[in-house]
């Protein structure tokens, strides 16, 4: 059983649907959602490769926690074609102070069972993960 020291348990599609979004870039986005009843993370949606990263900002709840990973592709100055994935910790100041002590404690366990993600960003306002920040982080 998951406590707060250890974080919540992540559920096997979780770890498979990431490997797919990595390996196959089967998506373009992850949006997780903790589930305290089942005291899990679990997925609450999936964003197809055509996506757009407002289409991504906008499957985010404007007032409740949640994780997200972003396959962001991009440009560098030589011209070559790039790749990161994006972890991103949404913990919306307007949140439960509940929910942002469990998206919290659980972020670390969360992060280690997501083997291959390259940038971290956590969030508080729509501000703090434009896609200018994104960019920035991404070089």
């Not at 919540?8 to 196959?24: G, P, T, Y």
């Not at 030589?78 to 998206?103: E, G």
């Not at 366990?109 to 703090?128: C, H, N, W, Y």
Request: hydrophobic share 35%; charged share 30%; proline share 3%.
């Amino acid at each position: 059983m998951a406590n707060s020291a250890s974080g919540m348990h992540v559920s096997d599609e979780c770890k498979v649907k990431f490997l797919e979004l990595k390996a196959k870039r089967t998506y373009r986005y992850i949006v997780f959602k903790i589930d305290e009843k089942a005291q899990q993370v679990g997925i609450e949606k999936f964003g197809n490769p055509q996506e757009t990263y407002d289409d991504f900002t906008n499957s985010i709840p404007e007032n409740e926690c949640r994780y997200a990973i972003y396959d962001f592709d991009f440009t560098t100055e030589d011209n070559c074609q790039k790749s990161k994935i994006f972890f991103i910790a949404w913990s919306p100041d307007t949140a439960r102070v509940r929910s942002k002590m469990l998206y919290a404690s659980s972020k670390d366990r969360f992060k280690r069972e997501m083997d291959g993600i390259q940038v971290e960003l956590q969030a508080t306002d729509p501000s703090e993960m434009s896609l200018d920040i994104i960019k920035d982080r991404a070089l």
